[in-house]
C-alpha cells in the first residue's frame, strides 16, 4: 500500500504531514489474535491517558541504528520479563 497523503481516523484532523495516520484518541495497531498489539492513547482518552503500550505474547526487541533493512539489536525484552541491553542477551 503506498499512502501520498494522510489518513485520519474517526474526527481527528490531518495536519498536513505526508504519510501520517492520525486518531481521535485510541489508537490501536495489532494482529487479529490480539497477541502482538501496540496502543497509542492520546489526550482524548477518557482513561489512561498519554500512554505508550506494546503489548506481545513472545519477546520484544528494539533495533536502534538498522541501515539497508538489517536489524541491529540494541535491547530485548523477554517473555519471562528479563531485559538485555547489546551486547548482554537476556536468559531464556
Do not use: C
Request: aromatic share 4%; charged share 10%.
Amino acid at each position: 500500500m503506498s499512502v501520498v497523503g494522510d489518513i485520519a481516523l474517526g474526527s481527528e484532523a490531518a495536519n498536513g504531514t505526508k504519510g501520517n495516520i492520525f486518531s481521535g484518541g485510541t489508537l490501536q495497531i495489532g494482529a487479529a489474535d490480539s497477541a502482538h498489539r501496540i496502543i497509542i492513547r492520546g489526550n482524548s482518552s477518557a482513561n489512561n491517558v498519554n500512554q505508550l503500550n506494546i503489548l506481545e505474547y513472545g519477546d520484544i526487541g528494539l533495533h536502534a541504528g538498522a541501515t539497508g533493512g538489517t536489524e541491529t539489536n540494541s535491547m530485548w525484552i523477554k517473555s519471562g520479563g528479563n531485559v538485555g541491553i547489546v551486547p548482554t542477551f537476556p536468559e531464556v
